[in-house]
């Protein structure tokens, strides 16, 4: 197989062409599913939006710069989120720089201040910490919620119990759906009592 195969592809008689990247509703799909090219758009969306709000952050008190700035800037990063999760480490890094100077907007602080103490006076989590937040957000409302369906219906339960014999129960002659039987009857007690 070549690197780059050629797909011919049709849909009821209209012929499919074959792009390295395409864009659904928003968000930029490259044909290796890195979704750099996608972090690459929302840096730039970032950067200049954040450009605008850095030359007009003297109208606004710190509060209002922060909700401006998360409204419009780091929301880019909320959108998606689950799918940017599995871009490389050098374009979330890319993602955070943009972050990082957003910090540096709303608090005023030099380049040379702590980015840490940074994101804890504005309570914000780095790009990588809210990316895990949001995955892990999305699996705990399949597992616990069932939505959306199409997912949920796709993991399999795993019980503590199980219906099989064991070596312990074969070597003391009993069977596994007995013991249960045993259990389930009136007046039995599993101590002998």
């Not at 970032?46 to 209002?64: D, E, P, V």
């Not at 599995?86 to 380049?111: E, G, H």
């Not at 070596?167 to 045993?182: D, I, M």
Request: hydrophobic residues 35%; contains cysteine; proline residues 2%.
């Amino acid at each position: 197989l070549s690197q780059n195969p050629s797909l011919k592809l049709s849909i009821e008689g209209t012929d499919i062409a074959q792009v390295d990247h395409a864009e659904l509703l928003g968000f930029t799909i490259d044909k290796q599913l890195t979704y750099a090219l996608h972090a690459d758009k929302t840096k730039l969306k970032m950067a200049g939006i954040l450009a605008t709000i850095r030359k007009h952050k003297n109208y606004f008190t710190q509060n209002a710069l922060k909700t401006v700035v998360q409204s419009l800037v780091l929301s880019h990063l909320d959108y998606c989120s689950g799918l940017l999760s599995s871009t490389p480490q050098t374009q979330l890094d890319k993602l955070q720089v943009i972050q990082n100077r957003a910090a540096r907007v709303v608090t005023n602080a030099s380049f040379h201040a702590r980015l840490k103490d940074l994101h804890t006076q504005l309570n914000w989590q780095t790009v990588k910490e809210s990316l895990y937040r949001s995955t892990v957000c999305a699996f705990h409302k399949i597992v616990n919620e069932g939505q959306p369906y199409c997912l949920f219906k796709e993991l399999q339960k795993i019980d503590s119990t199980h219906a099989h014999q064991t070596r312990l129960a074969q070597r003391e002659g009993r069977s596994f759906k007995r013991n249960q039987e045993l259990k389930t009857k009136p007046g039995h007690s599993s101590t002998g009592t």
